[in-house]
């Protein structure tokens, strides 16, 4: 197969400054680099015209997300988090450890954390709940006594 590896995921957001400082110091995500777009490549690429964006990439554990910012043309959509059943990407998933305080520690650093979708089996050690990025991208924060690097059902 021709395919070598994941490059990166995007996530379109709203103000580049706030995204950064959620996910290099909430989540422990580092900044790899950033760059400067604005030609006709690019609008060709991007199926959009006029295109000035900023982009920063951070990595965490292998995985690489870009940050984009429009300048031009303007950022569109709203910061409501996306229904699970809706086509294209649902969310991002981190593993975790100890959940219950972690919550606790997101709560209090004015994270958004979706009391309502959290399964807790402490006796077995797992548990899952929902939190956002600062433009609405849900993130799943899954704790498990399986191996860190294991998938989902392993």
Request: aromatic content about 6%.
């Amino acid at each position: 197969m021709p395919v070598l590896r994941l490059s990166h995921i995007g996530i379109c957001v709203a103000d580049l400054e706030r995204s950064l400082t959620f996910y290099r110091d909430v989540l422990g995500f580092e900044k790899r680099s950033e760059l400067a777009v604005e030609a006709e490549d690019a609008d060709r690429l991007l199926g959009l015209e006029g295109v000035k964006l900023n982009a920063v990439y951070l990595e965490r554990d292998g995985a690489r997300i870009e940050l984009l910012q429009y300048d031009s043309p303007n950022t569109t959509g709203d910061t409501a988090p996306r229904a699970m059943n809706a086509r294209g990407l649902t969310h991002i998933s981190l593993r975790v450890h100890e959940l219950p305080a972690l919550i606790t520690e997101l709560g209090e650093k004015g994270v958004e954390v979706f009391q309502d979708t959290w399964i807790d089996y402490r006796d077995a050690g797992i548990g899952a709940v929902f939190i956002t990025d600062p433009d609405g991208t849900r993130i799943e924060l899954v704790e498990s006594p399986t191996a860190p690097d294991a998938l989902p059902g392993e």
